[in-house]
């Protein structure tokens, strides 16, 4: 007869909760099983639910006035001018150029302002005085560069050696300090006795000469001992 088997401590205190184990594990609800499985995944589901309440808070959390995007500026005058006159003067002191209006409106966005009748004075370094006027102005920060809309007129007045010239059009963009009076409109050019009409112009005076393009018609007066105007260069 062979001599009984003889376990150690541990090894029957799990064999003996193994079969314990095995019949209750079979004898559990479904329900209980599906809650077993439910709470294997339940860190999983409150990270999740943590990371959307993070973000809805970010989400939703007031940003402060200082802390906001500026935002671009808007295409509207910052101040108005009524019945106004303006005087720009070089560092010397010598009086460089008037501005008269009835209304004067500046945008900050582009740092331009629009004139409503404007009347610009505008002296050259040489002492040439030009004049401009129209119902309406478009012009830069410093009074150099100006579209005249409306009825546009452009005069550099006669001096001893050189007569006046003029330029008249609905649309004159003219640039004071470097001479230039430009239009993609049709444009008349009067000087003396003689008179140019095109359907576009491009004139200089440092180089004395006009560009126009379209139709043009001139008259030409008998020339006179004072330095002409080159003749037009069609393109």
Sequence with gaps: MSPPTVLEPLDALGTLLHAA????????????????????YLPLLLM?????????????????????????????????MQTFSIQRFSTDGVLRAQIEGDTMRHYPDTDTVEIDNPRIKSFTTDGRMLLASARRGLGNGDASEVQLIGSAQVRREATATDEAIQFNGEFLHAFLKT?????????????GGSEIRADTLSYDNLTRTVAMDGHVRATFAPPSAKDPVKPPARR
């Design 21 to 40: 184990a095995e019949p209750r594990a079979a004898k559990l609800p479904w329900r209980a099983r599906l809650l077993d499985a439910v709470s294997s």
């Design 48 to 80: 999740g639910l943590l990371a959307l309440g993070t973000w809805w808070l970010v989400k939703n959390t007031p940003v402060a006035e200082g802390a906001a995007a500026a935002k671009p500026p808007r295409h509207a005058p910052d101040y108005l």
């Design 179 to 191: 001479e230039q009076v430009r239009s993609h409109l049709p444009a008349t050019i009067t000087r």
